[in-house]
């Protein structure tokens, strides 16, 4: 019997390692067929160059200050001001304890996971139900990396849109939180009225023992430490995933001859994107096909996403609409096709991430769509 369970595993492996040996070799065969396989490396090895160069490390100048910025805020109290002025809108948006406004501004300051290291603290998590508790991963990942997302589009000379795609995010982030909500409780009706956790009430304190020239100079210092780590840690999604998007989603040299320079691509997403262009047009706004990149990267790591951007600026894709567009969908999807799984699995409840993953992806896509038409309402009040 063993033997038998042994054999059938090594054919399911063997059959795995064939299907997956057949789609690569399919996608870059067909690349390399129309670049040529000289120029097909070199463009990729290039193009994550020009990424690490260009976008990482201007990325992780971003990740340090907002780090550093986070981390001052939380040391002096801000942190706790601002919960208190988001406390009234908590429940009436998104069904939450007024504490759970916490968990937005620490995602908004650092990244997804820091809802998580709230939701794991009793102190934290007596506030809650259960359905309420593990909602907040749909809830805390629909603001990750806003600051830094914010930053970077404002710093590229886009505020206004910037902030216009701030508010889509918000929407997003209550159609997403509200369809989990109601996912979890038809699927386990009694989690409705169970305590996420128990224990007595205490406040929840970031302060520490110091004086105030000493808590401000660790808290920048810890704050930059974190905002090194986060930079580190985008790296890989931007040079793999950006790279390869990018080369599915930009064309030949300006000759329309492959030269093996950074950015060049066989343009197959556009192509895919112009059969249904008009439903991007009206939903997003688009006015490029090639624009789809943004989100679709953005499923996986917004960090990556963001590494598209300046190619957009060079090519003349982007305006204020596209950059609230952008914010919008990356602020709520925030990669969480890459983090969902382990963030509802260190709650306990991984059989929860497909419902999850629909809820947010129709926030995201609501976000979108909403940036969008405030952007399109405000173009025409002002």
Same mark, same amino acid.
């Given at each position: 019997m063993k033997k038998f369970k042994e054999m059938k595993f090594t054919t399911k492996r063997t059959i795995e390692a064939l299907i997956f040996l057949? $789609? *690569?070799f399919a996608i870059f065969g067909y690349i390399a067929n129309r670049m040529g396989m000289a120029n097909m490396l070199n463009t990729i090895m290039q193009t994550s #160059?020009? =990424?690490? $160069?260009?976008?990482?490390?201007? =990325?992780?100048? $971003?990740?340090?200050? %907002? +780090?550093a910025l986070g981390k001052l805020l939380t040391e002096f109290g801000v942190v706790r001001l601002l919960e208190?002025? =988001?406390?009234? *809108?908590?429940?009436?948006? #998104?069904? @939450?304890?007024?504490?759970?406004?916490?968990g937005a501004v620490l995602t908004f300051l650092s990244d997804n996971p820091a809802i998580i290291s709230l939701a794991n603290d009793k102190n934290f998590s007596q506030y809650f139900k259960k359905y309420q508790l593990i909602s907040l991963t749909n809830f805390g990942t629909a603001f990750g990396m806003g600051l830094v997302v914010i930053a970077f589009m404002t710093g590229k000379g886009f505020a206004s849109g910037a902030l216009i795609g701030l508010l889509g995010a918000v929407v997003g982030s209550v159609v997403s939180t509200r369809i989990m909500q109601r996912s979890i409780i038809k699927a386990y009706p009694n989690f409705k009225d169970e305590g996420a956790a128990g224990g007595d009430e205490q406040a929840i %304190? *970031?302060? %520490?023992?110091e004086g105030a020239f000493l808590r401000g100079l660790n808290a920048i210092l810890d704050g930059g430490k974190t905002g090194v780590e986060l930079g580190l840690a985008i790296i890989p999604g931007v040079l793999i995933i950006s790279t390869f998007v990018m080369i599915l989603t930009f064309g030949a040299s300006a000759t329309g001859e492959y030269t093996g320079a950074a950015y060049e691509g066989v343009k197959v997403l556009p192509w895919l994107a112009g059969k249904i262009d008009f439903v991007f047009q009206w939903l997003f706004g688009f006015e490029h096909p090639e624009l789809v990149a943004y989100p679709i990267t953005a499923l996986g790591a917004v960090g990556a996403a963001l590494g598209l951007i300046p190619t957009f600026l060079e090519q003349g894709f982007v305006d204020n609409n596209v950059i609230a567009v952008f914010t919008a969908m990356g602020m709520c999807w925030s990669g969480f096709l890459s983090t969902h799984t382990a963030m @509802?699995?260190? =709650? +306990? #409840?991984?059989?929860l991430t497909s419902k999850a993953i629909v809820a947010h992806t129709i926030g995201g896509l609501c976000a979108g769509i909403v940036a969008h038409w405030l952007f399109v309402l405000v173009s025409l009040i002002f």
């Amino acid at each position: 019997m063993k033997k038998f369970k042994e054999m059938k595993f090594t054919t399911k492996r063997t059959i795995e390692a064939l299907i997956f040996l057949v $789609i *690569f070799f399919a996608i870059f065969g067909y690349i390399a067929n129309r670049m040529g396989m000289a120029n097909m490396l070199n463009t990729i090895m290039q193009t994550s #160059y020009r =990424l690490l $160069i260009d976008t990482c490390f201007y =990325l992780m100048g $971003i990740t340090v200050l %907002s +780090g550093a910025l986070g981390k001052l805020l939380t040391e002096f109290g801000v942190v706790r001001l601002l919960e208190n002025i =988001l406390k009234p *809108f908590m429940k009436p948006l #998104y069904n @939450l304890p007024g504490v759970a406004a916490l968990g937005a501004v620490l995602t908004f300051l650092s990244d997804n996971p820091a809802i998580i290291s709230l939701a794991n603290d009793k102190n934290f998590s007596q506030y809650f139900k259960k359905y309420q508790l593990i909602s907040l991963t749909n809830f805390g990942t629909a603001f990750g990396m806003g600051l830094v997302v914010i930053a970077f589009m404002t710093g590229k000379g886009f505020a206004s849109g910037a902030l216009i795609g701030l508010l889509g995010a918000v929407v997003g982030s209550v159609v997403s939180t509200r369809i989990m909500q109601r996912s979890i409780i038809k699927a386990y009706p009694n989690f409705k009225d169970e305590g996420a956790a128990g224990g007595d009430e205490q406040a929840i %304190s *970031f302060k %520490s023992d110091e004086g105030a020239f000493l808590r401000g100079l660790n808290a920048i210092l810890d704050g930059g430490k974190t905002g090194v780590e986060l930079g580190l840690a985008i790296i890989p999604g931007v040079l793999i995933i950006s790279t390869f998007v990018m080369i599915l989603t930009f064309g030949a040299s300006a000759t329309g001859e492959y030269t093996g320079a950074a950015y060049e691509g066989v343009k197959v997403l556009p192509w895919l994107a112009g059969k249904i262009d008009f439903v991007f047009q009206w939903l997003f706004g688009f006015e490029h096909p090639e624009l789809v990149a943004y989100p679709i990267t953005a499923l996986g790591a917004v960090g990556a996403a963001l590494g598209l951007i300046p190619t957009f600026l060079e090519q003349g894709f982007v305006d204020n609409n596209v950059i609230a567009v952008f914010t919008a969908m990356g602020m709520c999807w925030s990669g969480f096709l890459s983090t969902h799984t382990a963030m @509802l699995d260190s =709650l +306990g #409840y991984r059989q929860l991430t497909s419902k999850a993953i629909v809820a947010h992806t129709i926030g995201g896509l609501c976000a979108g769509i909403v940036a969008h038409w405030l952007f399109v309402l405000v173009s025409l009040i002002f």
